[in-house]
């Protein structure tokens, strides 16, 4: 059965939650603060996330941007069309406002969980002769296999995802953090320089771009 993360710092709507999401065979887990929820997250990878807004420390539009690959669900007080409209944008998949139908909030999230299943991840990413295996994490250039550090591997995989588009350097740093914490912003030219380096050497061509003062991006040309 499906897991679910559900962050929200009032603990009677969180055992109020607990207790149906149980009763409807659900796995459930539980975080109080924006800081608990990134604590389990680095051990646990939920099916999906109910994210209250006003939580302490880290609040929930600060920890959404941090949430990759896992549908949220945010359950909020705060019922403002401009705040719903820039979560959904932000990358929420849904918005239900307190006080909540039980019912409507089981359909929603079995709405979601339905999506989810249905669409599922691709295991291999690609952009033009370099194959990147999510499961393996092999890595190949014209199905010649390139052998990556991991934070070589964090990199690639997030300038794939987001091909032809320029990743600043701050969201490099933040979206691999969870993969290589080690990674700093003065040795993040060093890791994309080998990585380059170790890509063109397979094909003769370099892949990756950099953008002078911003960041790097998959492209076939220099911006």
């Not at 990147?132 to 199905?143: F, I, P, R």
């Amino acid at each position: 059965m499906s897991r679910i993360l559900v962050v929200d710092d009032d603990i009677h709507i969180s055992n109020l939650l607990t207790e149906v999401l149980t009763r409807e065979g659900y796995t459930v887990d539980n975080a109080f603060s924006g800081t608990e929820a990134l604590l389990v997250l680095s051990g646990n990878k939920p099916d999906l996330i109910l994210l209250d807004l006003m939580l302490p420390g880290l609040c929930g539009e600060e920890l959404l941007p941090k949430i990759r690959d896992i549908p949220v669900i945010v359950v909020s007080a705060k019922a403002d069309v401009t705040d719903k409209v820039g979560l959904l944008l932000g990358g929420a998949v849904d918005y239900i406002t307190k006080p909540f139908s039980i019912d409507e909030l089981l359909a929603r999230i079995q709405v979601q969980l339905r999506r989810k299943n249905f669409s599922g991840t691709p295991s291999v990413l690609s952009y033009r002769d370099i194959s990147l295996n999510l499961e393996t994490h092999e890595v190949s250039v014209k199905n010649v296999r390139v052998r990556l550090t991991r934070t070589e591997y964090a990199i690639l995989k997030l300038l794939i995802q987001n091909a032809e588009k320029v990743v600043a350097k701050l969201t490099i740093l933040e979206q691999i953090n969870e993969d290589t914490p080690d990674c700093t912003e003065d040795s993040l030219k060093i890791h994309v320089y080998n990585l380059r380096k170790k890509l063109k050497s397979v094909s003769g061509e370099d892949y990756i771009s950099a953008v002078w003062g911003i960041g790097f991006m998959l492209s076939e040309k220099s911006p």
